[in-house]
């Protein structure tokens, strides 16, 4: 598997093997959102989903079922992946990012990523979020913001 499409993958998977952001930490179930505030701002904004993207990606990274998608990186693509995840995950929930990378069909196709792939990284995400301490309603609509790009990730979907 060539380094871009390990990248792809691991910006898809939010994804997300770089430094460590001590940083904020997003909303917890005991936090009352306000009416009409978006799913970023209930997270905790940018500094919040730099800590969980961070997380997740070294998550991923260790994970024995993933870890093959992180192999042959270099700091630098590492980084890469880590702020396309970041952006990306800012924008969907309603941020000020903008995402420039590239679709989601495009940059999974020929990763032969399978749907244990995705359960994994799924379970990844799960333990991520329950760190932090993410709300069960705001937990629910960022799996609903991934289903939606699962068909273009996994393969057979």
Not at 19 to 40: D, H, I, K, N, W
Request: aromatic residues 6%; charged residues 25%; glycine residues 8%.
């Amino acid at each position: 598997m060539n380094v871009p499409a390990r990248v792809a993958l691991v910006a898809a998977l939010l994804p997300l093997c770089a430094t460590q952001v001590p940083a904020a930490q997003p909303a917890s179930a005991e936090s009352r959102p306000v009416a009409g505030q978006s799913l970023y701002h209930r997270l905790g904004g940018y500094d919040a989903l730099a800590a969980v993207t961070d997380d997740f990606i070294g998550r991923l990274a260790g994970d024995a079922k993933l870890k093959r998608f992180f192999v042959g990186l270099s700091d630098n693509s590492k980084g890469r992946v880590r702020q396309l995840v970041l952006d990306q995950l800012c924008f969907a929930t309603g941020g000020p990012c903008v995402y420039i990378g590239r679709d989601m069909k495009t940059v999974h196709a020929g990763l032969h990523i399978t749907e244990d792939d995705w359960s994994a990284a799924s379970a990844d995400l799960t333990a991520t979020l329950e760190r932090f301490k993410v709300g069960s309603r705001e937990r629910e609509e960022v799996f609903a913001l991934l289903a939606k790009l699962k068909p273009d990730i996994v393969e057979g979907s």
